[in-house]
C-alpha cells in the first residue's frame, strides 16, 4: 500500500500541467512545512509560462496547514491554535486584485 501511495501521490509532478495554466495564481508556502519544501516555489516559478501572473506568498513560521508554527512537526500540531498572521490579509489582497467581478 505504500508503495501505492508512494506512486500515485508523493510522486505527482505538477509541471505538465503549470506548463498550461494561464489564469492568475497565488502559491502560498510555509517555511516550516515539512511537507512541501520551499524549493516547489522555484519548481513553480519555473514551471508556469506567465510568471507575471504568478504571486509566490512565503510565511517563514507557518507549518502545512499554515499554523503558526515553532517546528513544523507532527508533536507540535495539537499545541498550535492561531494561523499565520497575515496569511488570510494576503489572500485578500491577491483576490481583490486578480478576481473578475461576474
Avoid: C
Wanted: charged fraction near 20%; proline fraction near 8%.
Amino acid at each position: 500500500q505504500l508503495q501505492r501511495v508512494w506512486r500515485n501521490d508523493f510522486s505527482f509532478d505538477p509541471r505538465p500541467f503549470a506548463r498550461r495554466v494561464h489564469q492568475p495564481v497565488l502559491a502560498l508556502f510555509g517555511g516550516l512545512d515539512k511537507s512541501t519544501p520551499i524549493e516547489s516555489a522555484a519548481n513553480l516559478a519555473n514551471a508556469v509560462p506567465d510568471r507575471g501572473k504568478l504571486t509566490i506568498e512565503f510565511f517563514p513560521t507557518a507549518n502545512h496547514a499554515f499554523l503558526q508554527a515553532r517546528t513544523g512537526g507532527n508533536a507540535e500540531i495539537p499545541t498550535l491554535s492561531y494561523f499565520e498572521p497575515g496569511m488570510f490579509a494576503s489572500m485578500h489582497r491577491w483576490l481583490r486584485a486578480n478576481a473578475q467581478a461576474h
